[in-house]
């Protein structure tokens, strides 16, 4: 007669599956029901939110619960976000904003072959093939960090208050010119290569983000 697995043993065997899932290995490591899963999974067909935060908003398991077992279990390091220091624009550029928007994580240091991301959900193996497809033959090594730290150093380095520190910047070095309205007639070719600017882009799909985040049929720009 076998003897039970322990719950690393479960861990394991779930890890040698092509594609585990985030949901099963925490049934297995008896963090929520079998049953929450289905209503989990019900809910997210609905809602179409990561499953993970589904766990959370229905009072299943913490985030705290979630994050520290499975490190515990799986070896990944569990990461801080709010104590590491500037990460610099060669390593967030490793991985296009909406990729980071869509999926939850954010690269936060690069080597010579491997990169770290700081995941909501390190069993996102679609994610981490995302990344391998655009980054190359390059290593990733995941490690847990909260949704909400991520959720901060988005804002900090995609939301409001960075394209506004780069149009303060522009204003300062004269990238962005501000002008007052006059009724003279429009250069519509100094207009079109302004419209390159580099902040003007940013400034412009901020505006864009901003409207399909919030649902709006229509942009309206007043002076």
């Known amino acids: 007669m076998k003897a039970e ?3 690393k043993d479960v861990v394991k065997h779930e ?32 809602t179409n939110e990561r499953l993970g935060h589904i766990f959370i908003r229905l009072g299943y398991a913490t985030e705290e ?29 490793a991985i296009p904003e909406y990729l980071v928007r869509r999926r939850k994580l954010f690269p936060i240091s690069k080597e010579e072959q491997s990169l770290v991301v700081a995941m909501a959900d390190p069993l996102d193996v679609f994610a981490i093939d ?3 497809l655009m980054i190359g033959n390059i290593v990733v090594d995941p490690v847990i960090a909260s949704e909400k730290e991520i959720d901060a150093l988005i804002e900090k380095y995609y939301g409001r208050t960075a394209l506004m520190e780069e149009i303060m910047k522009g204003l300062e070095t004269g990238e962005v010119e501000v002008k007052e309205a006059t009724e003279e007639a429009v250069d519509l070719s100094k207009l079109t290569a302004d419209s390159g600017s580099a902040v003007v882009v940013k400034l412009v799909n901020h505006f864009f983000r901003e409207a399909i985040r919030r649902e709006a049929s229509d942009i309206h720009i007043e002076p």
């Open 5 to 7: 697995m322990d719950e």
């Open 15 to 46: 890890l040698k599956k092509k594609r585990p899932r985030l949901g099963d290995i925490l049934v297995e490591l008896g963090i929520i029901t079998r049953e929450q899963l289905g209503n989990a999974l019900q809910e997210q067909k609905r």
């Open 65 to 93: 619960e979630i994050m520290s077992r499975l490190g515990s279990q799986l070896g990944i390091p569990r990461i801080n976000l709010a104590e590491i220091g500037e990460i610099p624009r060669e390593v967030r550029d």
């Open 130 to 132: 995302d990344i391998r």
